[in-house]
């Protein structure tokens, strides 16, 4: 007989309906037959809830909205590919924690009984949310999994969590914090779980198989549970992750701090130009001219970007822009040649912080990633250009780090030199270590509990360095086989978690055009964790819109192999790179007392 309360819900509720309810008596809760009209209503999901799942968590039962949603489509996602006729229960509820006034909405779509593959999904946020809305949910229902998102407390699913990091000047919100931090996307994962279960009434003998995935902040996202939550999750999809928080926010101010500090600032068009020539000198040292660039690490042996002084340039004037954070004047038209000045800027901005000593703060952005930090502001009443302060940076500088809430500028700015960013990283890493940091680099206890990670990032990424990513691999190699060699202690890593660079990608979406996207992650996952299909080389395909091949395969290959094409790029094989290739991936970050994993 069905084993648990919620199985006793399924018959007594739904009575006729639930025909094969009995197959659990053999082990098997097969829901297939009943329609998704009869468990997708409000009293349903209200006998559902996971009301028991957390201590100290209280659901707002009369919170509950329910409807279900037939024949949907969903298309142009760079992480799942296009899919029809999909029907799901869209369910959200509120719930807050005992002895506090929080609310916290969590968000779940529970695909119809007939599709359900005793599949869960959690999915994560970018930038300084948490969520991505209802983007990332149809990754899972179209895989036979229910799949959540949690709007972590921050005031709705549009809100961000620097809209309530601050109660006021000098007073950080620290629950915010750690609800950020990890502690919202674990509870969205157990309550998800646990709802699911309810809800198909499986019986406790039937696995359900648990997942994330995410990218950007919600890379971080997954890092965070990975390291703390070994149960949470069958298998972790993670893509180039916000993670070495402090390091990672506050880095974005390092072109602004350049250009204030030398009193430098290249019209963006310069910039532009130069980053054309980056493409086009690098795209052909992979073996392939096809319009991107393989091989960023020997295209940072062989740039020199002075190779680029006289450069012409001429853009166009553009339009003012609206962004609160970062409102710019119209643009006048730009035209001119690149200086050694722009070059200086350009230079600096590619090798990443470093402190007046020449000591190594952070790591450098791959050739290829572009100069978006780097890009000045025209001010329409001097006719000068000046710098402008990426906002990711900003707020993390002033509101988490200093408390102040300041919007739009950072007040003593004009007297920061690159030892102010050094001082002010680690004044962020130390403050933040133990809940934003999220570089914890023995994963152990998710190894022993059975967890597969697949962790993948673009190399021509221009937000989060993928050589960050690759530091971090590193870390986990050498912290938990520190007595294997490389070889055999790859090996090991590689049997719980495998890290691909994506050729030519951007920043959590196809960059370059003909860029491989490695858009069918999840099913790639599933296997893996349902079937024991280890994912030599990651599943791709060509997504970018301005692609000469699109929709082609391809394989990606799994650090620290590296793509090499033969025979006029018609063919690639993954290779171990040499050492002078595998050393630009690595940094000695001596600004530093304290190793940075
Ligand atoms: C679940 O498994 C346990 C242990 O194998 C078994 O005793 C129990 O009968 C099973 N329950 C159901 C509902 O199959
Ligand atoms: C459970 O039912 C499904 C669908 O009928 C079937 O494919 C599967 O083999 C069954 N599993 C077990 C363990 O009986
Ligand atoms: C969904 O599509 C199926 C055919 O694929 C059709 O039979 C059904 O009526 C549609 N349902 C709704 C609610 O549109
Ligand atoms: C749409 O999905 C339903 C089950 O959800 C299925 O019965 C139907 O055949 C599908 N229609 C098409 C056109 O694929
Ligand atoms: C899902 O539910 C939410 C909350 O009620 C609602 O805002 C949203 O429009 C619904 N989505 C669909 C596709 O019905
Ligand atoms: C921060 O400033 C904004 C705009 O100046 C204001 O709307 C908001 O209430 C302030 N928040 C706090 C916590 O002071
Ligand atoms: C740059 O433009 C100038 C003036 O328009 C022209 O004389 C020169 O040949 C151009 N240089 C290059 C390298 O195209
Ligand atoms: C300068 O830019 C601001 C903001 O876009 C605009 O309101 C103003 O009209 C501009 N002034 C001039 C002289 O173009
Ligand atoms: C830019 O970097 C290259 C290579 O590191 C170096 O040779 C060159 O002198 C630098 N140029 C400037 C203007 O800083
Ligand atoms: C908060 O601090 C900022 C920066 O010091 C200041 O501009 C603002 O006036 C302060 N707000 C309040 C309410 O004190
Ligand atoms: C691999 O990607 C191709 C498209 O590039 C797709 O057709 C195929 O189903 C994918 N394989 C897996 C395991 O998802
Ligand atoms: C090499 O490939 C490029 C790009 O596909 C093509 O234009 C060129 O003709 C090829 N060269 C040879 C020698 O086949
Ligand atoms: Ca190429």
Not at 533 to 555: F, G, K, R
Request: charged share 15%; net charge negative.
């Amino acid at each position: 007989m069905p084993s648990s309360l919620s199985s006793f819900f399924w018959v007594s509720v739904l009575g006729a309906a639930a025909v094969t309810a009995s197959d659990s008596c053999s082990g098997n809760t097969s829901t297939a037959a009943v329609s998704l009209d009869s468990v997708c209503t409000t009293a349903y999901v209200q006998q559902s809830l996971p009301v028991d799942a957390i201590d100290g968590v209280v659901i707002d039962v009369d919170s509950v909205t329910v409807n279900a949603v037939y024949n949907a489509t969903f298309s142009g996602s760079d992480f799942f590919p296009d899919f029809t006729n999909q029907s799901y229960c869209n369910v959200t509820f509120s719930y807050s924690h005992t002895g506090r006034s929080d609310t916290i909405v969590l968000w779940y779509w529970l695909p119809a009984p007939a599709n359900f593959q005793n599949r869960y999904l959690s999915t994560g946020g970018g930038g300084y949310s948490i969520t991505s809305q209802d983007n990332s949910l149809p990754g899972g229902i179209a895989y036979g999994a229910s799949a959540g998102t949690t709007d972590g407390g921050f005031g709705g699913f549009e809100a961000q969590v620097s809209d309530r990091v601050l109660l006021a000047n000098g007073s950080l919100s620290y629950e915010t914090v750690y609800n950020f931090g990890y502690k919202a996307i674990h509870e969205l994962t157990v309550m998800g779980k646990q709802l699911t279960r309810n809800f198909f009434s499986m019986d406790t003998n039937t696995t359900l198989y648990s997942y994330y995935q995410a990218c950007s902040e919600g890379g971080r996202e997954g890092w965070s549970q990975v390291q703390r939550f070994p149960d949470d999750f069958d298998g972790a999809i993670i893509g180039a992750p916000a993670m070495r928080y402090s390091h990672q926010q506050l880095q974005h101010l390092w072109a602004a701090v350049v250009e204030s500090y030398y009193n430098i600032y290249p019209k963006p068009c310069a910039l532009s130009a130069i980053q054309t020539k980056v493409v086009e000198f690098c795209d052909p040292l992979d073996g392939k001219t096809d319009g991107m660039i393989s091989r960023s690490d020997l295209c940072m042996l062989q740039l020199d970007l002075e190779d680029f002084l006289g450069l012409n340039y001429s853009c166009e004037a553009t339009a003012a822009s609206t962004n609160p954070y970062n409102p710019q004047p119209a643009t006048p038209a730009q035209s001119g040649t690149v200086t050694l000045d722009d070059i200086r800027i350009a230079n600096l901005t590619l090798d990443g912080p470093k402190a007046l000593n020449g000591e190594r703060v952070y790591v450098s952005w791959q050739p290829g990633a572009g100069f978006g930090d780097a890009d000045t502001v025209y001010d329409n009443t001097t006719g000068d250009w000046s710098y402008a302060l990426q906002s990711y940076g900003l707020i993390f500088a002033e509101m988490f780090i200093r408390e102040q809430n300041v919007s739009t500028t950072i007040p003593d700015f004009a007297d920061w030199t690159p030892d102010t960013l050094r001082d002010m990283i680690y004044r962020g890493w130390q403050k933040f270590e133990d809940v934003l940091q999220t570089t914890w680099p023995d994963l152990s206890a998710f190894r022993n509990a059975g967890g597969k990670v697949l962790h993948f990032h673009g190399e021509s990424d221009g937000s989060v360095p993928p050589a960050s990513s690759v530091r971090y691999f590193e870390s986990v190699r050498s912290t938990m086989y520190p007595s294997l060699s490389y070889n055999d202690s790859l090996a090991a890593v590689n049997e719980f978690y495998r890290f691909y660079l994506v050729e030519g990608a951007g920043h959590c979406s196809p960059g370059q055009c003909n860029t491989p996207f490695p858009q069918t992650n999840f099913p790639v996952m599933i296997e893996w964790v349902e079937q024991g299909i280890d994912p030599v080389t990651l599943n791709a395909t060509v997504v970018s819109s301005c692609a000469t091949d699109y929709l082609a395969n391809d394989q990606l290959c799994s650090w620290p192999l590296r793509p090499v094409y033969h025979n006029n790029g018609t063919e690639k094989t993954c290779e171990f790179p040499d050492e002078a290739a595998f050393n630009t991936w690595i940094y000695d970050l001596n600004a530093f007392p304290m190793y940075v994993y």
